[in-house]
């Protein structure tokens, strides 16, 4: 199974203060053990975890400091982790994508998609994804 992580799940599992760390925690330690799991990031869940790092940390965590946690982050999955090029066009959204909000999420669906995996997201309105068990 591949599942293409969202910028949630990475700023969930980046930060130990978040309140879904634990949760998301548990379940890559989980999925890197299983074989033939992949685990991939893409550059949209990535620049996603820096800005959000920077903007919650509301000065306190720089740019190049979270650069360094997700460096840190993609280097602990070792072999399990895979980076995938975002080759989808922003314009192909599914039907259900109807609001600015959701773009985002339609896109990295349908980028995993492309790619043969599967969305891990905490979030629970995103159809077609898996959302991470609590």
Known sequence: M??????????????????????????????????????????????????VSVQRGAGAVAVSEACAVLDGMIASLGAVHSFIADDQRATRLPAWCREASRTTDAHLLALAGAHGATLATLDRGIPGSFAIPS
């Open 2 to 51: 591949n599942y293409l992580l969202d910028v949630n799940v990475l700023v969930a599992w980046g930060w130990s203060e978040h309140a879904d760390h634990g949760r998301v925690a548990r379940w890559i330690g989980r999925e890197r053990g299983r074989p033939g799991v992949r685990l991939l990031t893409s550059p949209i869940p990535e620049l996603g975890f820096i800005r």
